[in-house]
């Protein structure tokens, strides 16, 4: 229920006039008052404030500028923050569980020690450079939102949804995204040395110079999707859906491609050489131009699989 602005003659909708708005939030937050959940503080300008500890359970901050607000340890449980300017926000502690972060300005947030991000909603949120290092975004909605250059070193991103995604020179070393979904996600230049894709979908995806040393993509969905010149070395693609790919200039030493589809994909100046690829069908693969072992022999290998 919206909260009401009582002055001496009359009763105000605090969101018709979002300047009073935040002005009587940031009076009786001096006065001592801490509980404003419910509150509807639209389009308010809150730049710098010091809300720390404030409880704005299901509050109505859509499209409200928070930059630089100090917001540590807040409630922030169902919170609209649709739209908001989060930028450079301090919100150390704050507990943004179920709350609506769409299109929200995260920009240089540290989100390492915020509670329940994994069950908001990120959907478009602007994450760029964000540290979220460590944290568990299992399940997270990131549809169409904006990770570039963002720190997501050793986070866990299992089922997370990443659809659209803009991931170029991120930071997932390490990371966890077991059976993520990043259908036409962007990660080109993004390093995930060491991370876990097993049984993502990547279908479409954008990994043109991405550096995937020993990243584990067994069972991936590959399907079209974009490795121009990545660096796949020691990678595991067994089993994964590598039809249409394009592999141009790969760099494939010691990948292990057991069984892996490759039917349409073009490994043309790809570097092969000590890639297992027993039972892969190479039928119809361009091979033009790789690097590949003196023993390779690529007439056993498809009769092999056939």
Not at 49 to 63: I, K, M, T, Y
Not at 71 to 84: E, K, P, Q, S, V
Not at 276 to 296: A, K, M, R, W, Y
């Amino acid at each position: 229920m919206k909260k009401t602005l009582h002055t001496s003659n009359s009763t105000a909708d605090l969101s018709t006039n979002p300047a009073a708005g935040a002005v009587t939030l940031l009076d009786r937050y001096a006065a001592g008052e801490r509980d404003f959940s419910g509150w509807d503080l639209r389009n308010a300008d809150l730049r710098r404030a010091g809300l720390r500890s404030a409880d704005l359970q299901e509050a109505n901050l859509a499209l409200v500028s928070l930059w630089g607000a100090d917001l540590r340890n807040a409630d922030l449980r169902g919170t609209i923050l649709w739209g908001a300017d989060l930028f450079k926000a301090k919100l150390a502690g704050a507990n943004l569980a179920q709350s609506q972060l769409q299109k929200a300005n995260m920009l240089e947030v540290d989100l390492r020690k915020v509670r329940g991000l994994d069950k908001a909603n990120l959907v478009g949120a602007c994450l760029q450079r964000t540290n979220l290092s460590g944290m568990d975004l299992s399940g997270a909605r990131l549809t169409e939102a904006d990770l570039r250059g963002a720190d997501l070193r050793n986070a866990v991103l299992r089922n997370a949804e990443l659809c659209g995604a803009k991931l170029q020179e991120a930071n997932l070393t390490g990371a966890d995204l077991t059976d993520a979904t990043l259908i036409g996600a962007d990660l080109r230049k993004a390093t995930a040395t060491d991370a876990i894709l097993r049984g993502a979908i990547l279908r479409r995806a954008a990994l043109r110079g991405a550096d995937l040393l020993k990243t584990v993509l067994r069972d991936a969905d590959l399907f079209k999707a974009d490795l121009f010149e990545a660096d796949l070395a020691e990678a595991d693609l067994r089993g994964a859906d590598l039809r249409n790919a394009v592999l141009w200039g790969a760099h494939l030493r010691c990948a292990d491609l057991q069984r892996a589809k490759l039917a349409g994909a073009s490994l043309r100046g790809a570097i092969l050489i000590k890639a297992n690829l027993h039972n892969v069908d190479l039928l119809g693969v361009d091979l033009s131009e790789t690097i590949q072992n003196e023993d390779f022999n690529y007439s056993a290998l498809t009769l092999a699989y056939s």
